[in-house]
């Protein structure tokens, strides 16, 4: 009782600093200068229409890479965390080795495919509309996760995923290099013509980036739903 | 488009209020499960405060196309934030992934997902 009259206490504590924060917030009615700077040149400097996919992979693009260096460790070190359960698994077989309901097999047989064919234009068109690599990789990984809802027994090809998923890091990296020989630095993608704003391709070398992130985050987000499913 | 509050008001309080929810998740909860939901609920709320604090008056989405041409950079939202989140996104993803694979770890040794079981590794 005392423990949760003290949790009350200091969550109502946390509430009261958090609406100070709220109420003495004034919506801004301007862009701050970096946004100001980042909105007004990102199309002119890389031909991109997606400001934040600009950011993401231009200006931050050094951070990106370390983003999926985390998502590559957590899918290693998930790997290792589950990976004893190999000896307990004979009586969980039997348990969890159901195949779903007839609707939500069916479903998954008419919705997988657009689900990847969606994500895939998701990570396309990043630099053009709403959209980039972790987006899509995000949805083509759900794709993967609905194929091991409906029949528990998939496996998925973990090895190969892991080679696609290196290969995408690989060539980002030798993406980074190569912007820093022929353009301004690690990872910048003006080495490959910017082309007119808007069109399929254009924006330099972003929506190679964007398809590589998409393959390797998809990879990576399919190698850990399967090992929680096993 | 008129409303009586500011949207980013709108959003600060939900996002606040989605981060109290889950501080309360954590500490009240027993489950291991329930205490990681309350972890995703946790960073889910800053990640809507985190957002709303990009909010310029009357912007739109930070793409040029129709909405917003290349010559009107003003009307556009902060877009820091909202790449700043992406990020936060993916971490928040890691996190809860290892600390379901611990959940799971923890699960496979005791046979319970009660944290009370667990208060030998408490200090």
């Known amino acids: ?50 400001i934040v996919t600009g950011i993401l992979i231009a200006y931050r693009g050094f951070d990106t890479l370390g983003e999926v260096a985390v998502l590559f460790m957590v899918a290693a070190s998930v790997g290792l965390l589950l990976r004893k359960e190999e000896a307990g698994r004979k009586y969980t077989e039997e348990g969890r080795r159901k195949p779903a309901g007839e609707i939500v097999t069916t479903g998954t047989q008419v919705l997988l495919p657009v689900i990847l064919t ?42 190969a995923l892991s080679v696609i998923e290196s290969l995408a890091g690989v060539s980002y990296v030798a993406i980074g290099i190569l912007g820093l020989v022929l353009a301004g630095g690690f990872l910048d993608p003006r080495f490959l013509p910017p082309g007119e704003a808007g069109a399929f391709i254009s924006a330099g070398a972003i929506p190679v980036v964007s398809a590589l992130l998409g393959i390797k985050v998809g990879a990576e987000l399919s190698v850990i739903i399967d090992r929680f499913g096993r | 488009m008129t409303t009586i509050l ?60 129709r909405a917003l041409g ?27 992934a290892v600390m379901l694979a611990y959940a799971v770890r923890l699960h496979s040794a005791r046979k319970t997902f009660d944290i009370g079981a667990f208060t030998e590794s408490k200090w």
Do not use: K, W
């Open chain 1, 1 to 50: 009782m005392i423990y949760r009259a003290s949790v009350l206490f200091a969550v109502a504590l946390l509430g009261l600093i958090f609406l100070r924060l709220a109420g003495g917030y004034a919506e801004r009615s301007a862009l701050r200068p970096l946004a100001e700077h980042y909105v007004s040149q990102a199309p002119l400097e890389l031909g991109v229409s997606n």
């Open chain 1, 118 to 159: 969606f994500g895939a234009y998701v990570i396309v068109n990043g630099h053009l509309s709403a959209g980039g690599g972790f987006q899509g990789g995000a949805i083509v990984a759900s794709g993967v996760m609905l194929l091991l809802l409906a029949d528990p027994g998939t496996r998925v090809n973990a090895a």
């Open chain 2, 70 to 96: 290349p010559a009107e950079p003003g009307r556009a939202i902060d877009p820091v934030p909202s790449a700043l989140v992406v990020t936060a996104i993916v971490i928040g993803f890691a996190v809860t």
């Open chain 2, 6 to 65: 500011p949207v980013s008001s709108i959003l600060l309080v939900t996002g606040f209020g989605l981060a109290l929810i889950g501080l309360c998740c954590i500490l009240l909860h027993r489950h291991l499960l329930r205490i990681i939901i309350g972890f995703s609920l946790f960073g889910t709320g800053l990640h809507i405060v985190i957002v709303a604090t990009g909010y310029v008056t009357g912007g739109t989405a930070p793409i040029i196309d």
